[in-house]
């Protein structure tokens, strides 16, 4: 299973940017698809999460502000970063909870795009 991301950038404080993921490869279902991010010199940290039943699981400090949803034809997760701000900057991962196609489920993550939110 491969996620690949796309759509981070620099962009001004108070601006958008959405972030798109897929993946591909052997899967049967996917369970969750979402995004954490790390901070220079921070732990990897939620940012939010959408459950194959809609579940969404969002870090507080994203919460309206930030909108995830899922392309379940596509395979690939979204999220809508609105009102950014300096402390947004950080390294993007994708993350997916896949249950392959030999029905074992594994955590996959996405090679990372960087959001830089700067003047």
């Known amino acids: 299973v491969q996620l690949q991301a796309c759509g981070g950038g620099l962009v001004q404080p108070g601006g958008s940017l959405r972030l798109s993921c897929a993946a591909s490869?052997?899967?049967?279902?996917?369970?969750?698809m979402g995004w954490y991010r790390q901070a220079p010199g921070k732990q990897r940290e939620l940012v939010a999460t959408?459950?194959?039943?809609?579940?969404?699981n969002q870090a507080d400090s994203v919460k309206g502000r930030f909108t995830i949803s899922r392309d379940n034809a596509k395979n690939t997760v979204y999220l809508q970063m609105n009102s950014l701000k300096p402390e947004d900057t950080a390294v993007y991962y994708c993350y997916a909870r896949v249950t392959t196609n030999l029905l074992s489920t594994y955590d996959y993550w996405g090679q990372g795009t960087l959001v830089t939110v700067s003047s």
């Open positions: 959408l459950t194959s039943g809609g579940s969404t």
């Open positions: 490869g052997s899967i049967f279902r996917i369970n969750a």
